[in-house]
């Protein structure tokens, strides 16, 4: 399982971005899939889910209105489009899945938000 977070960047307050994360080594379409984040000094927290085929969504409080989870299992790849980024989304960001009951992470990708 491997998956592979791109899109990252310097941004400015209000500004917006969109995060890829490719998947391979493993049944893309049959499972959910999510983006987390991780500030510094902070816990990682979940940001985002989507199901399977999409059809399900849901979000943290902190970006409901702002970001939107996406997927194209043709392409086997989740999005996460970010809009109205404020200073307090500056964290590296994560895509995860779970398959067989483990956890699989990315690498990660950079997001700072900063006039």
């Known amino acids: 399982v491997q998956l592979v977070e791109s899109g990252g960047g310097l941004v400015q307050p209000g500004g917006s971005l969109r995060l890829s994360c490719v998947g391979s080594?493993?049944?893309?379409?049959?499972?959910?899939m999510r983006w987390y984040r991780q500030a510094p000094g902070k816990e990682r927290e979940l940001v985002a889910h989507i199901s399977s085929a999409g059809g399900s969504t849901n979000y943290a409080d902190s970006v409901k209105g702002r970001f939107t989870i996406s997927r194209d299992n043709a392409k086997n790849t989740v999005y996460l489009q970010m809009n109205s980024l404020k200073p307090e989304d500056t964290a590296v960001y994560y895509c995860?899945?779970?398959?067989?009951?483990?956890?699989?992470w990315g690498q990660g990708t950079q997001v700072t938000v900063s006039s």
């Open positions: 080594g493993f049944t893309f379409s049959s499972g959910y």
């Open positions: 995860n899945t779970v398959r067989m009951g483990l956890p699989y």
